[in-house]
């Protein structure tokens, strides 16, 4: 079986939780939104099979893998791929937009699962199908999101809360998202949130 890939590079993990790991980023292609700040080719990829991607991953010698898109998530037969990662002892991250998962089963093979909803596809985060637990929740703040926050805070259970400001055309509204961040916290039975930067971009690093 082959697979939607991206792109197959070395870095440090940039946001949430796991900011600073080293970690190799398998990126797979095709994704189930169109969300209008995505700077992601999703695209934009080569069809590879289970051994090619574990040869490639394997090169750089980290046993960390985290699996981004686009969205991994909807990707066929991805089971068996992250399967073959496993019996070498990597650890195994997912980041998805928690839509859909075509795939039973898959989500137990992830040690690590960060989830980030998007405001504009709310309406989706209430059908039968869309994650209810993570490890990590982040909020892209890509307009007047507050209710969206406090009810999604509901809908999926997660370890930690997070809220990253939107960049569209190298403008990053940093000043509304720790308001938000500020109003959020002192709302009343919801949940701590805490604030999320793309360092790998302030590093200058991919």
């Known amino acids: 079986m082959k697979y939607p890939v991206v792109e197959i590079f070395h870095s440090l993990q940039g946001e949430g939780f796991n900011t600073g790991r080293e970690a190799v980023f398998l990126r797979m292609g095709g994704c189930n939104l169109a969300c209008p700040w995505c700077d992601t080719q999703y695209n934009n990829y080569t069809m590879m099979d289970a051994v090619s991607i574990f040869e490639a991953v394997q090169q750089f010698g980290v046993n960390s893998l985290i699996v981004t898109g686009g969205e991994p998530l909807i990707i066929s037969g991805l089971a068996d791929l992250i399967k073959c990662f496993k019996k070498h002892g990597y650890w195994i991250a997912v980041e998805t937009n928690g839509v859909s998962v075509v795939e039973n089963g898959v989500l137990k093979l992830f040690?690590?699962?960060?989830?980030?909803?998007?405001?504009?596809?709310?309406?989706?985060y209430t059908k039968e199908g869309a994650m209810r637990e993570a490890d990590e929740l982040r909020v892209v703040v890509d307009g007047d999101v507050q209710d969206f926050c406090l009810w999604i805070?509901?809908?999926?259970?997660?370890?930690?809360?997070?809220?990253?400001?939107?960049?569209?055309?190298?403008?990053?509204?940093?000043?509304?998202?720790?308001?938000?961040?500020?109003?959020l916290n002192q709302s009343e039975g919801g949940s701590e949130w805490l604030l999320s930067l793309q360092t790998h971009k302030l590093c200058g690093i991919r």
């Open 153 to 183: 805070g509901t809908m999926i259970k997660a370890r930690k809360y997070y809220l990253s400001p939107c960049e569209r055309e190298g403008v990053v509204n940093l000043e509304q998202t720790i308001k938000l961040l500020g109003r």
């Open 111 to 124: 040690d690590y699962i960060a989830v980030s909803p998007k405001a504009v596809y709310a309406d989706l």
